[in-house]
């Protein structure tokens, strides 16, 4: 794990970018990789204790839940791209896409 990836350097659960005028070259990428970054740190997490069968105490547990991108000028690409990173997410409890560029077409590309 990069030195990084650790619990004092992961203490956001709610990020909100909304009302930002994010672009799908400005964001899709990085939010993507924002996910699975975070992603990544609570599996390890998991798999770190479930070789002694047991579950990591609550506070080591952190990470993004809830994401705000609304009013944004996400399209198409974004719509791809965090459909990608939220194929291996778990942990995200909230994702906030109002009033974007997405058009259905685009929104079951992240299903």
Same mark, same amino acid.
């Given at each position: *794990? $990069?030195?990084f990836?650790?619990?004092s ?5 709610e =990020?909100?970018l909304?009302?930002?005028g994010?672009t ?5 990428t ?13 599996d ?6 479930g070789?002694r069968?047991? *579950? $990591?105490?609550?506070?080591q547990i952190?990470?993004l839940?809830?994401?705000? =991108?609304?009013?944004n000028?996400l399209?198409?690409?974004a719509?791809?791209?965090l459909?990608?990173?939220l194929?291996v ?10 009033s974007n560029l997405?058009?259905n077409?685009?929104a079951e590309?992240?299903?």
């Open positions: *794990m $990069p030195a990836c650790n619990p350097k992961l203490p956001i659960e =990020l909100n909304a009302c930002n994010l799908d070259n400005e964001c899709g990085i939010i993507s990789k924002i996910l699975i970054h975070h992603c990544e740190y609570r390890e997490i998991y798999w770190k204790y070789l069968n047991e *579950m $990591p105490p609550i506070e952190r990470g839940k809830l994401l705000d =991108l609304s009013f000028k399209g198409e690409k719509a791809y791209t459909g990608r990173a194929v997410d778990r942990y995200l409890m909230a994702l906030n896409l109002r997405i058009e077409s685009h590309e992240m299903i």
